[in-house]
């Protein structure tokens, strides 16, 4: 069974460092990952997803990378700011079903202090 | 706009009493979810449905129903039979082909009292 684990589960940064979230997962048989952001008492907000094609997806500050074959994805922030500050989760499907089985990780709740 | 609509967004229930929270999208999306989210911890499907008339479960059904008699619309029951139903509820779609990118609405929070 696919599991997802995010580390760290909570961070801390002063405004303006750059900083990087981690994702992994158990079963490397997967069709895509994708990064959300959820603020509080929220839905969630797809930021990037990459297929499993792929090693890298760009969006403004964020950029995802994918590394398949050890079962790690991360989300590199720049210049973080006090409105980056939220949860981020990631989120992979499986292979054989693509994409509606997605399995979560619990989030790294992120907090960018001015 | 497009998008989903979820209610109510906070809803208090006594034990032995089941509620049906609303789920309705109009972004013409061919498969509707239902996750649960509790505190610190990743979201976990409950059911999903792909067409209308037809729905599947997902890792953690038990003591919930769902129904998919119109295209935007996915409610879920939430029954007796539910022995720890305080959670943060959870409804996405998506279209069936394509970058199966999720849209979620805003979340339904449910506290038994």
């Known amino acids: 069974k696919q599991e997802v684990t995010q580390i760290p589960a909570a961070l801390s940064v002063p405004e303006g460092e750059n900083l990087v979230l981690n994702c992994s997962f158990t079963?490397?048989?997967?069709?895509?990952l994708q990064w959300f952001r959820q603020d509080p008492g929220k839905g969630l907000t797809s930021l990037l997803l990459i297929q499993s094609s792929q090693r890298e997806q760009t969006s403004g500050r964020l950029n995802a990378s994918l590394d398949k074959s050890s079962g790690r994805s991360t989300l590199y922030i720049a210049a973080s700011q006090p409105g980056d500050s939220a949860t981020y989760l990631c989120?992979?499907?499986?292979?054989?079903?693509?994409?509606?089985?997605?399995?979560f990780g619990g989030g790294t709740r992120l907090m960018v202090k001015p | 706009d497009g998008g989903i609509t979820q209610s109510p967004k906070y809803l208090f229930r006594k034990e032995g009493q089941n509620v049906t929270l609303s789920c309705e999208q109009n972004?013409?999306?061919?498969?509707m979810y239902w996750y649960r989210q509790d505190p610190g911890q990743g979201l976990r499907l409950i059911y999903y449905?792909?067409?209308?008339?037809?729905?599947q479960k997902g890792d953690i059904a038990e003591g919930y129903s769902v129904s998919r008699e119109k295209k935007e619309s996915f409610p879920l029951t939430v029954t007796s039979a539910q022995k720890n139903p305080t959670a943060f509820y959870l409804c996405?779609?998506?279209?069936?082909?394509?970058?199966?990118?999720?849209?979620f609405g805003a979340g339904s929070r449910l506290t038994v009292l």
């Open positions: 079963d490397s048989a997967i069709y895509n």
């Open positions: 996405a779609s998506n279209f069936q082909t394509g970058a199966n990118v999720l849209t």
């Open positions: 972004l013409n999306h061919d498969a």
């Open positions: 989120a992979v499907s499986p292979y054989n079903n693509a994409g509606n089985m997605l399995t």
């Open positions: 449905s792909q067409i209308v008339n037809d729905f």
